[in-house]
Each structure stands twice: as structure tokens, then as C-alpha cells.
T-cell receptor, first 115, second 113 residues
């Protein structure tokens, strides 16, 4: 399809393990965003990319979180040494650009459960 | 930095009744404002957006929103709610240079038959 895709859709892991979440943006979209949505909470901004660079990493909760984007396309969000408080739905969105004029198109999310 | 508040955490209305969801923002210049809807098990979908011009904007699914600069508000309205409108609604503000979108905490809408 032509929308944003994320994988896996669900991930269950044990505390202390590392996880990688993948986002495939809409083709041609230069901007890519990661958000976290905890149960009953709003969307918490994590990081955004313009091309392959991440001008704003201020939303990453701790140094256990990192993200990269290669080829201006696919992005991976990595959480090291997962903790139970990392359990949430991780949403990815892409946009034609980072201007605030641009609508963000969201993927279905990855539900992460840390046991 | 911009911020968004949605004063109502949960609203319940009867099917066929009118609806207004409140959104207040804080931003130093003319904001770019959005309403998104997240239906159960679905991704976020854009309902409508405001950039400039006419302060009353029309969106999909019969929704509209009015930008009121004097009140720093961008409330979402619908004249007659349908059961399928039950969802979580998020107001968001974007800055001209991008940075991060800021989303409000969301308002959960329940619809009674």
C-alpha cells in the first residue's frame, strides 16, 4: 500500500532486552516522526528526521532510546535494556516536509509490551 | 514553544446530539492547527486543519472547527453525532519551521444510542 507501515505490529519482550521498531514512510516524504502513546495518554513526541538527520532529539526519554534513518526512507527506533515503563504504542508518521503546514500521515503503530 | 490543552478528558453525548470538543493552544505567532481522530484499533486520521484565511474550516465526516485568535482556541464541532464518531480526538499545533508537532492529551468521545 501507499501508507506508512510499521513492524512489528506487536512486540512482547522481557525486561532488559533490546528491541528494534521499524517504520517505512510514504515514498517521497522527507520528514519522519516518532511518537509514544502510553495507555490512556496522549502522544508524546520522541524524535523527528528531516532526511537522514535528526535536528531534534529532545523528546527521547533516556539514553536507552536511539533512532536512525537511512537513505531518507526507513527508520528504526531502538530501545536498549527495556523497562516496564517502556510499554506503549510507538507511532511513526511521515510528512512531505517539516514545515508546520504539512499534514502528518500516521502508521498503525507498534504495541510494545515489556514483561 | 507551542503547547496544547484539551480541557475535557472524556465526553459522552447521545447519538444525534451536537458536539463541541475544546482545544486551547499557546503559540507566539499564527499557529497551524489540526484535529486528528483515532478510532479504536485504527491509526490517527486527519479531520481538518487551519493555516490562514477563513477561520471556520470544514473537515471530513461532517466536522468543522473555528479558529478564535482572541481566545486561543480551535474547537471542533459537529451538529449531529453518529455512533461511529466514538473515538479519541487530538488537537495539535505545528510550528512554521516544523520541529515537533505538539499534540494535546486527547478527548475521548463516547456516543450513547
Amino acid at each position: 500500500g501507499a501508507g506508512v507501515s510499521q513492524s512489528p505490529s506487536n512486540k512482547v519482550t522481557e525486561k532488559g532486552k533490546d528491541v528494534e521498531l521499524r517504520c517505512d514512510p510514504i515514498s517521497g516524504h522527507t520528514a519522519l516522526y516518532w511518537y509514544r502513546q502510553s495507555l490512556g495518554q496522549g502522544l508524546e513526541f520522541l524524535i523527528y528526521f528531516q532526511g537522514n538527520s535528526a535536528p531534534d532529539k529532545s523528546g527521547l526519554p533516556s539514553d536507552r532510546f536511539s533512532a536512525e534513518r537511512t537513505g531518507g526512507s526507513v527508520s528504526t527506533l531502538t530501545i536498549q535494556r527495556t523497562q516496564q515503563e517502556d510499554s506503549a504504542v510507538y507511532l511513526c508518521a511521515s510528512s512531505p516536509g517539516t514545515s508546520g503546514l504539512n499534514e502528518q500521515f500516521f502508521g498503525p503503530g507498534t504495541r510494545l509490551t515489556v514483561l | 514553544a507551542q503547547s496544547v490543552t484539551q480541557p475535557d478528558i472524556h465526553i459522552t453525548v447521545s447519538e444525534g446530539a451536537s458536539l463541541e470538543l475544546r482545544c486551547n493552544y499557546s503559540y507566539g505567532a499564527t499557529p497551524y492547527l489540526f484535529w486528528y481522530v483515532q478510532s479504536p484499533g485504527q491509526g490517527l486520521q486527519l479531520l481538518l486543519k487551519y493555516f490562514s484565511g477563513d477561520t471556520l474550516v470544514q473537515g471530513i465526516k461532517g466536522f468543522e472547527a473555528e479558529f478564535k485568535r482572541s481566545q486561543s482556541s480551535f474547537n471542533l464541532r459537529k451538529p449531529s453525532v453518529h455512533w461511529s464518531d466514538a473515538a479519541e480526538y487530538f488537537c495539535a499545533v505545528g510550528a512554521p519551521l516544523g520541529q515537533n508537532f505538539v499534540f494535546g492529551p486527547g478527548t475521548r468521545l463516547s456516543v450513547l444510542p
